[in-house]
């Protein structure tokens, strides 16, 4: 059983910065990913980034490159989220996931399932 508590949220400036964090309890495994999902009010689940824990082999969605950065710390179990220069619509709730590989883990936005663990989310407020 594996379980993952996100924290980091809050309410900043558009422009601002946040880090959000996914520390991971139980047992993981090598290849597994974690990655970084988003949902706003009234808008579908997105993918945001990815990382596997063993090689850090990392993915993100247009969207988010250049602004965001997906790192982890195996010793910590932690899944680090950084986000520079943010923007009104990044606004949403931001959970963690993981999965048994990186491929896996970007398809989780659309299939939920294929997921293993998920956490309760984290609250991301832009104001303009």
């Known amino acids: 059983q594996v379980q993952l508590v996100e924290s980091g949220g809050g309410l900043v400036q558009a422009g601002s910065s946040l880090k959000l964090s996914c520390q991971a309890s139980?047992?993981?495994?090598?290849?597994?990913?974690v990655g970084w999902f988003r949902q706003a009010p009234g808008k579908e689940r997105e993918f945001v980034s990815a990382?596997?824990?063993?090689?850090?082999?990392?993915s993100s969605a247009e969207s988010v490159k250049g602004r965001f950065t997906i790192s982890r710390d195996t010793e910590k179990r932690t899944v680090t989220l950084q986000m520079n220069d943010l923007k009104p619509e990044d606004t949403a709730i931001y959970y963690c996931a993981e999965g048994p590989t990186l491929r896996v883990v970007n398809q989780c936005a659309r299939s939920p399932e294929r997921c293993d663990y998920w956490g309760q989310g984290t609250q991301v407020t832009v104001s303009s």
């Open positions: 139980g047992r993981t495994f090598a290849g597994y990913g």
């Open positions: 990382i596997t824990w063993t090689a850090g082999v990392t």
